[in-house]
Antibody, heavy 118, light 111 residues
Framework: QVTLKESGPVLVKPTHTLTLTCTVTGFSLNNDYVGVSWIRQPPGKALEWLAHIFSEDEYYNTPLRSRLTVSKDTSRSQVVLTVTNTDPVDTATYYC???????????WGQGTQVTVSA | QSALTQPASVSGSPGQSITISCTGNSSDIGIYNYVSWYQQHPGKVPRLIIYDVAKRPPGASDRFSGSKSGNTASLTISGIQGEDEADYYCASYTSTSTPVIFGGGTELTVL
């Protein structure tokens, strides 16, 4: 059974770094067919794709690239997203999802709500 | 890279068919058959209902169908029911430095 679960802080102060962890079960992060993306959704707004990691390759939403880093620890089945220099506009529900850049995202975590506020 | 363009809202009566459009350009929908659609009920997690323009994942209702013409993809829901009331998002693979973009979402109201 494929599951993904996000964890991280609920509240982050502006300019601080946000670190989110996604723990997966039911598939290996060391495979040849699917990777893991991070997608966020500000309150009442649309989905926004942020980053993807597959094998040893990383992909990013270019306008946000300077502030985003995605990495993985295969042995712990975890994918980590860091967002530096946070701003209130980063307030959103952050989802960890399984899939491919071309074929879409078939399994989603429950999401974790993050508020950036002083 | 701007978001894909979707109508903000659509509506229909139970039993009717509705279509939601998703317009991109020659860097995304126009050159790739990699469009996916997601359904999101209020307060819930999005769910994949269509991928590769017209394929349904296991468990997705056959009342959902997808198509594409030029730079525009479409999601059709036939025989709409109250349970279909939700937000729908399209996404596409792109040739730009941002490989995935989403649409702005469409709210479906079942009258």
């Amino acid at each position: 059974q494929v599951t993904l679960k996000e964890s991280g802080p609920v509240l982050v102060k502006p300019t601080h770094t946000l670190t989110l962890t996604c723990t997966v079960t039911g598939f290996s992060l060391n495979n040849d067919y699917v990777g893991v993306s991070w997608i966020r959704q500000p309150p009442g707004k649309a989905l926004e794709w942020l980053a993807h990691i597959f094998s040893e390759d990383e992909y990013y939403n270019t306008p946000l690239r300077s502030r985003l880093t995605v990495s993985k620890d295969t042995s712990r089945s975890q994918v980590v997203l860091t967002v530096t220099n946070t701003d209130p506009v980063d307030t959103a529900t952050y989802y960890c999802v399984r899939g491919t850049l071309q074929g879409g995202f078939d399994f989603w975590g429950q999401g974790t709500q993050v508020t950036v506020s002083a | 890279q701007s978001a894909l363009t979707q109508p903000a809202s659509v509506s229909g009566s139970p039993g009717q068919s509705i279509t939601i459009s998703c317009t991109g350009n020659s860097s995304d929908i126009g050159i790739y058959n990699y469009v996916s659609w997601y359904q999101q009920h209020p307060g819930k997690v999005p769910r994949l209902i269509i991928y590769d323009v017209a394929k349904r994942p296991p468990g997705a209702s056959d009342r959902f169908s997808g198509s594409k013409s030029g730079n525009t993809a479409s999601l059709t829901i036939s025989g709409i029911q109250g349970e279909d009331e939700a937000d729908y998002y399209c996404a596409s693979y792109t040739s730009t430095s941002t490989p995935v973009i989403f649409g702005g979402g469409t709210e479906l109201t079942v009258l």
